[in-house]
């Protein structure tokens, strides 16, 4: 998992990638760090197409604003350079697989 240091970087993928997930989250999230590698495996495993970046929004507070992410974790993914799932706080990770699973078949397969 990459991370993004700027807010160019971050448009510069979505006008470049078809499909990306980013992963939201802070250092000290206790919840965010338990959860980030059954993100990376669920992508590594289910969806090797699609790129996974990680963002640091304490970090990056002008992409928090541009990206509307105020709670964390967050995944945000993008399809041909269009926000299409956001997930926020409390999410499942096969509910997640579900709603990723749905665009990625129209675009990859």
Do not use: W
Request: proline share 5%.
């Amino acid at each position: 998992m990459q991370s993004i240091s700027s807010l160019d970087e971050f448009h510069h993928i979505i006008s470049q990638e078809p499909a990306v997930l980013f992963y939201c989250s802070t250092a000290t999230c206790g919840v965010c760090t338990s959860i980030k590698p059954k993100i990376i495996k669920l992508m590594n495993e289910e969806f090797p197409k699609m790129k996974l970046f990680y963002i640091d929004i304490e970090a990056l507070p002008e992409l928090r604003g541009q990206l509307s992410v105020y709670s964390v974790p967050a995944i945000l993914g993008f399809f041909n350079g269009k926000e299409l799932i956001r997930e926020a706080r409390n999410f499942g990770i096969m509910e997640l697989a579900g709603k990723i699973d749905r665009y990625y078949g129209m675009l990859f397969e």
